[in-house]
């Protein structure tokens, strides 16, 4: 079980990288339509738009120091970010959002 006060600092990340997510391709969005939207969208990506937010927020706790790393969560390589925590859990599963307890 993560204790409460250390999930309490990550989840406002994590609520902030989910809405730049969200946000980067449907700005603009109001005044297109749906086909000409998927084509326009920006492609997302990881060293451009993800990993300097991960650098700034996340890393210092679930980053390549095992000595300061928390709750065994490594998110600085994609292998040991997918993998399952010690209670069977997986923080990220690639495309299922509803068995991401990280989400």
Known sequence: ???FRSLSRCI???VSFMLALIAKPLSGAAA???TSL???RPKIDFNRDIRPIFSDT???CHG???NKRK???RLDQKEEAFKPAKSGNYAIVPGDVAKS???
């Open 38 to 40: 998927a084509s326009s």
């Open 64 to 66: 390549p120091d095992a």
């Open 101 to 103: 307890k990280l989400i």
């Open 58 to 60: 996340c890393y210092a």
């Open 71 to 73: 709750a065994g969560l």
């Open 12 to 14: 406002p990340l994590v």
């Open 1 to 3: 079980m993560i204790p």
């Open 32 to 34: 297109k339509s749906p």
